[in-house]
């Protein structure tokens, strides 16, 4: 189960808290779905409000227990890998449609954020939080993402539809360049080189290092990028997290919830990443403007 409203009864956000409880309205995501005709078959498991653990999500591809489908939207991807749906909706925070399209061997898509409405979505981190699709191809994920990514009034994260156009224009014109054509002469990719990391699967490793000599072959540009931020994000990312959860999931059972968590932490540290969160998105932009892709 996705930690998306809507007015299905199940139980909600995988949490004991709000059991049996039935949104009196559908997520802006799940309203565009219905309203371009998509069939809402079901909810499915997830990490408990995208943090937790309630429950076993089994991996389709092993029923004994000894693989994970991931988290925090493990259901999500099951349900695809398991050909119960042809997509589904995820909510990404830190990896949480990410990490489990790859445990269970499908496509998974975490949009810019405030491309997607997140109008319905109950924050986890608010900063960071970001409605996400899972699907079986790219094509699929294509597909309901540009039925999803529409501006909302009633997310004041949206992105405005003038900056929108921009990015659309942006984004029709490579497109239109570069959209299933053999040749790549002249495409320019970057490939960040903290990337390598050194827990990282020889086999994980081997399928990059193909797709990076596949693009060469095609005649693609690769140009090392340097993201000297890479190695701060995740213990970033704990801080910052967990601080906004702290707020945001206080509504439910005041500091009971996560209070031993946060506690670890002062306010100074999220400060200081937040700050420090902007100046690697200014750099990612500025690194972004010298390459394609």
């Known amino acids: 189960m996705y930690k998306i409203s809507s007015n299905y009864l199940c139980l909600e956000y995988a949490e004991r808290f709000i059991w049996n409880f039935t949104s009196p309205y559908d997520a802006t995501v799940v309203q565009l779905l219905n309203d371009a005709g998509a069939l809402i078959v079901g909810k499915t498991n997830m990490d408990e409000f995208g943090m937790g653990a309630y429950g076993p999500v089994i991996n389709p591809y092993d029923l004994s227990d000894k693989r994970v489908a991931g988290g925090s939207s493990g259901g999500s991807a099951a349900s695809v890998a398991a050909n119960m749906c042809r997509a589904a909706l995820g909510s990404d925070t830190g990896g949480s449609v990410r990490m489990p399209a790859s445990y269970c061997g499908v496509v998974g898509f975490k949009p810019s954020y405030g491309r997607c409405s997140r109008n319905g979505l109950i924050s986890y981190a608010n900063s960071l939080d970001t409605i996400g699709i899972l699907a079986k191809t790219v094509n699929d994920c294509s597909d309901v993402y540009n039925i999803i990514s529409k501006y909302d009034e009633l997310d004041p994260t949206s992105i405005p539809v003038e ?37 990282l699967s020889d086999k994980v490793v081997d399928v990059w290092r193909k797709g990076i000599e596949k693009l060469k072959n095609l005649g ?25 959860a702290s707020s945001n999931l206080a509504r439910f059972d005041g500091m009971k919830y996560v209070k031993d968590l946060v506690l670890r932490f002062k306010d100074v540290y999220y400060l200081e990443l937040m700050f420090l969160q902007l100046e690697h998105m200014k750099h990612y932009s500025y690194q972004h403007k010298k390459q394609d892709a």
């Open 163 to 199: 900056f929108r156009n921009e990015l659309d224009e942006k984004d029709n014109e490579l497109k239109s360049k570069w959209q299933e054509k053999e040749d790549l002469s002249g495409l320019v990719v970057g490939i960040p080189q903290e990337f390598y990391v050194d827990s």
């Open 220 to 244: 693609a540009k690769i140009v090392p990028v340097s993201m000297p931020h890479v190695p701060l994000a995740l213990p970033a990312y704990y801080i910052i997290a967990l601080a906004e």
